[in-house]
């Protein structure tokens, strides 16, 4: 038996070095650099509404995603000189 998600909950996730905090609510989830305000937003809705809805929301979310990674491409440029 599953268990209901009524309210949200936070886990931390490592990616490439980098620090994110993953929040789960009943609503979606939202993926954030740590210590930053701005992230990848999802919602539940915008996954199951089909393809179009859902590369419209990525789309959407994907300029607050591209800091973390140019941030850990500059770190791991800089450790190579």
Do not use: C
Not at 16 to 42: A, H, I, M, Q, S
Not at 56 to 65: I, Q
Request: net charge positive; charged share 25%.
């Amino acid at each position: 038996m599953t268990t209901k998600l009524q309210r949200e909950f936070k886990r931390e996730l490592v990616l490439n070095g980098d620090k994110y905090t993953l929040t789960v609510t009943p609503e979606g989830f939202r993926l954030v650099l740590k210590g930053k305000r701005k992230g990848v937003e999802l919602q539940w809705a915008a996954i199951v509404g089909g393809e179009a809805a859902l590369a419209t929301a990525l789309n959407a979310s994907t300029l607050g995603a591209r800091a973390p990674v140019e941030t850990a491409q500059h770190r791991t440029h800089h450790t190579k000189h």
